[in-house]
């Protein structure tokens, strides 16, 4: 289900319209066509007014794995949980990044909030227990390992 968050200005006085409302949505979503081994990588969709600005998560997830309907992982498996924790952090930076934007330029659009969120947010990477299958896959790579001898 795809839910639309309508956003105005804090300063409006009751009674008061603004031209600058806005629609905004956001939407997770695993990339099928980058199927690799049943591993997707997870991406994410910013809509606002009509205009859309998709990223990468950096995150990937078994196919089964997936609840296409809720936007997120299914069941309670660390890894599930851990992947909801980071949508969720992920989606609360960029409503902040969206209503700082809208309180500061008036007029917003998808790709200014992608573009805002994504350089002062850092993005997890995939899960270790995942990774270990996806080590050659682009969009989901473990940092390199640091030898300690």
């Known amino acids: 289900m795809l839910k639309t968050l309508l956003f105005c200005s804090p300063n409006l006085k009751i009674g008061e319209r603004s031209m600058s409302r806005s ?3 956001l939407l997770f979503y695993a990339n ?3 199927l ?3 591993i997707v990588p997870i991406m994410g969709r910013v809509t606002i007014n009509g205009t ?12 089964d794995l997936w609840e296409v309907r809720g936007n997120r992982a299914k069941g309670r498996s660390r890894e ?3 992947l909801n924790r980071d949508l969720d952090k992920i989606k ?10 809208s ?3 008036g007029f917003v659009t998808a790709e200014m909030v992608r573009r805002s969120a994504l350089a002062t947010l850092c993005l997890p990477l995939v899960h270790p227990s995942i990774a270990i299958s996806l080590h050659s896959k682009r969009e989901c790579r473990l940092p390199p390992q640091h030898s300690t001898a």
Do not use: M, V
């Open 23 to 25: 629609t905004f949505s």
């Open 32 to 34: 099928k066509s980058k």
């Open 36 to 38: 690799k081994n049943g």
């Open 52 to 63: 859309q600005s998709q990223f990468s998560c950096k995150q990937c997830i078994p196919l």
């Open 80 to 82: 599930a949980l851990q």
């Open 92 to 101: 609360a930076q960029l409503i902040k990044h969206y209503q700082h934007l």
């Open 103 to 105: 309180d500061k330029e």
